[in-house]
């Protein structure tokens, strides 16, 4: 289930900001206190628009198990302005569907609600689990759109990051 953020939230968010193996494919992990400034950040912007990177719950068992959602990229690229769909997932939730169940979703919401033309999602190269998440959902890729994140450090080696598009399906 997509939903607002709680109070919560911010210890197992923390936890997954500090597992490097889902931060593999970030810059680094994230402090407590970078992680609370993260969450609020994304309730912010929920609260205020009414859209964003909603909190993720296991319907079964109502654990937070990440976030997905929609986003805004804040940095200049060949393809922004654009609204992206992205997720992270603690590790305990991999494999199970949910990022492409919620990231379907997420598109729905994009597509219906906002009524988006397009929306773009990217990742560093070397995350294939989220390129695969990408295929499932039914975006595609154009390896020419494939570029280097402004925000990450020349030489790292998630410096390239591949696009995926998908736009929206005719009524």
């Known amino acids: 289930m997509l939903r607002h953020w709680r109070e919560e939230d911010r210890a197992p968010f923390a936890e997954m900001g500090a597992d490097p193996e889902v931060m593999e494919h970030f810059p680094a992990q994230l ?12 309730g912010g912007l929920l609260e205020r628009r009414g859209w964003g990177l909603w909190a ?3 319907l ?4 937070f198990i990440g976030f997905t959602g929609l986003n805004e990229p804040g940095f200049a690229a060949h393809f922004t302005p654009a609204t992206e769909v992205g997720w992270r997932l603690r590790r305990d ?11 379907r979703a997420a598109l729905a919401f994009a597509f219906e609600y906002l009524e988006l ?7 560093a ?7 695969a998440v990408m295929r499932r959902i039914g975006m595609t890729t154009d390896r020419a759109e494939d570029f280097d994140h402004p925000t990450v450090a020349e030489g790292s080696r998630i410096r390239r990051h591949v696009l995926y598009r998908l736009r929206r399906p005719a009524p």
């Open 31 to 42: 402090s407590r206190a970078e992680s609370d400034a993260f969450v609020d950040g994304l």
């Open 56 to 58: 993720l719950e296991e």
């Open 60 to 63: 079964s068992t109502g654990r």
């Open 93 to 103: 939730a991999w494999g199970r569907g949910y990022a492409s169940e919620a990231a």
């Open 117 to 123: 033309d397009e929306v773009v999602s990217f990742t």
């Open 125 to 131: 190269a070397t995350n294939s689990r989220s390129q």
